[in-house]
């Protein structure tokens, strides 16, 4: 199959380094600490933190910092084949897993001692790149609940087809069986949090889908920051200040 035409054209009509359009809304969730919506494209995902709060199981309780607890989960309305996803199977586990550990980058966990902060995100449309789309909504929800953070963590995702590195890459060709690289950085402190690749590439093509992938992170990591300075000029007007 055809994933870039002669024309330099994609499926959905972008250009290779084009990425999809992003969405975002915060307090999406009333009773949640903080909350976010993120659309990349036709993928749409909700995320809900509620914390820091005393630890539930005091078993688990960290006496020099929080304890970062993570659950991801996708509708059943989320794709195109309405399947009862069982809880807790393994692809939520490795997800939840992995939005832990990038979140725990960048959370001053030590500022809360005993403590715990849930992150919950759920897919509620899925076209590629939801993983990065989990990642981006977290950042999101984490600033709106005002969770210290020493950076915005944001992730994208690259890919390789028809001989063309892919920015960004949606569902059609997420399953083309290509390798898909996905990064997460802190762009601020030109860090690298998460990095996830399932296929082997050769190492000077895997250098040029990886920066393809930072550059897609630091895009996003600038509409977030916009979406943030606007959300924090709305409470401004309606405090009076």
Same mark, same amino acid.
């Not at 630890?55 to 794709?79: G, H, P, W």
């Not at 692809?91 to 001692?113: D, G, K, N």
């Not at 949090?193 to 990591?221: H, R, S, Y």
């Given at each position: ?8 054209l994609r499926l959905d009509g972008r250009r ?20 976010? +919506? ?7 995902? @909700? ?73 919950? +995100? ?12 989990? @990642? ?48 997460? @950085? ?56």
């Amino acid at each position: 199959m055809e994933y870039v035409s002669p024309e330099g054209l994609r499926l959905d009509g972008r250009r290779p380094m084009e990425m999809r359009q992003l969405r975002a809304e915060l307090g999406a969730v009333s009773r949640a600490d903080g909350s976010a +919506v993120f659309e990349m494209g036709n993928t749409k995902v @909700i995320a809900a933190v509620y914390g820091p709060r005393e630890v539930q199981n005091r078993s688990q309780q960290i006496n020099d910092k929080a304890l970062i607890r993570c659950e991801y989960t996708m509708a059943n309305f989320s794709t195109g084949d309405r399947l009862r996803r069982p809880k807790g199977d393994r692809r939520s586990t490795e997800i939840s897993l992995v939005i832990r550990q990038t979140m725990e980058a960048c959370i001053m966990t030590h500022l809360m001692p005993r403590s715990q902060i849930d992150i919950f +995100v759920q897919v509620l449309q899925a076209d590629g790149g939801t993983r990065s789309a989990c @990642i981006n909504a977290a950042t999101l929800a984490l600033a709106d609940a005002g969770i210290p953070m020493c950076d915005l963590v944001t992730s994208c995702s690259a890919g390789y087809l028809n001989s063309t590195p892919l920015l960004d890459l949606n569902y059609v060709e997420d399953s083309a069986g290509g390798p898909d690289v996905t990064v997460g @950085i802190l762009p601020k402190l030109d860090k690298v949090t998460l990095l996830q690749m399932d296929a082997k590439l050769p190492m000077d093509i895997f250098e040029n889908v990886m920066q393809l992938a930072t550059e897609g992170c630091k895009a996003v990591a600038n509409y977030i920051r916009e979406v943030l300075l606007e959300n924090t000029k709305q409470l401004e007007n309606r405090r009076g200040v």
